[in-house]
């Protein structure tokens, strides 16, 4: 960074960093986000960032869950996040046992019950990419699960949600 009179340019800070292979349980960084505080089982996570003082990206992040039900493999970027926020992310590998989506869902208390529908889906992987500008997003990727696999398209913009799935086998 660079300072005048004194004071740091803020436009100036600069970044950059990783996070080592660590064991980290969410309930201990709930001052964050209150819903983490039902999360009690450690979860492994491993990341190199860099930014700047009005965004961020992430080369690499991965997590995983100690018994292996659970499984992120990504990358992103978010830029203008003092203003517009602009956000775009490559989602590598996601990967939910049915286990794994229990496990999510069990964590969350009694904020989402799980339905029947999803469990029969088995194991899921997702491999896309999601972003999003202010209030829009848009996500469009392939899942595969144990009864089959779909291609899908959704968008969303102001209040207007389109969505397009493809699947031959589900």
Excluded: M
């Excluded at 995983?64 to 517009?84: C, D, E, F, P, V």
């Amino acid at each position: 960074y660079k300072t005048n009179k004194g004071h740091i340019e803020i436009p100036t800070i600069k970044f950059k960093g990783n996070i080592s292979p660590s064991k980290v349980t969410p309930y201990d960084i709930r001052c964050f986000s209150s819903i983490l505080k039902h999360f009690i089982h450690p979860l492994f996570l491993e990341s190199t960032f860099y930014g700047t003082s009005t965004g961020i990206t992430v080369k690499r992040l991965s997590i995983r869950s100690t018994n292996g039900t659970i499984y992120l493999h990504a990358n992103g970027s978010l830029k203008g996040w003092n203003q517009s926020p602009k956000w775009h992310t490559t989602i590598d590998n996601l990967h939910l046992s049915a286990n794994g989506i229990q496990f999510i869902f069990d964590q969350l208390g009694t904020h989402f019950r799980i339905p029947k529908e999803v469990t029969r889906l088995g194991s899921i992987n997702f491999k896309g990419n999601i972003g999003g500008y202010r209030q829009d997003v848009a996500l469009k990727g392939t899942f595969r699960t144990d009864a089959g696999n779909a291609d899908i398209r959704l968008r969303k913009h102001s209040l207007q949600f389109a969505g397009h799935i493809e699947s031959r086998d589900i």
